[in-house]
């Protein structure tokens, strides 16, 4: 079955950098349309990024220019580059597949905590 399998969330301090990976298995991942979505304490999930097959990328208005998201098709992974974080990005990060402009498969989410 298809899995999703998050890592390298932690606690950073504002204005550092963190780098999140999402692996995949069990589907053909050269295919598929990848998404981060975050959700923080008390608040709906957001969607963050989405990186298409084609490489073709889309950022929510709040961290463009400040992430980045990239994928590995050799590796069936797709990262998310975050720099000069802030507070407000402390949330619990999920990757995803999108298919037909919905969320298919979700994974378990990677918490991020940006405190001094």
């Known amino acids: 079955q298809v899995q999703l399998v998050e890592s390298g969330g932690g606690l950073v301090q504002p204005g550092g950098s963190l780098r999140l990976s999402c692996a995949a298995s069990g589907t053909i991942f050269g295919l598929l349309t990848m998404a981060w979505y975050r959700q923080a304490p008390g608040k709906q999930r957001e969607s963050v990024a989405l990186?298409?097959?084609?490489?073709?990328?889309k950022y929510a208005d709040s961290v463009k220019g400040r992430f980045a998201i990239s994928r590995d098709n050799a590796e069936n992974t797709v990262y998310l580059q975050m720099n000069r974080l802030k507070p407000e990005d402390t949330a619990v990060y999920y990757c995803a597949i999108v298919q037909l402009g919905d969320v298919a498969y979700w994974g378990q989410g990677t918490q991020v905590i940006v405190s001094s």
């Open positions: 990186i298409r097959s084609t490489g073709t990328t």
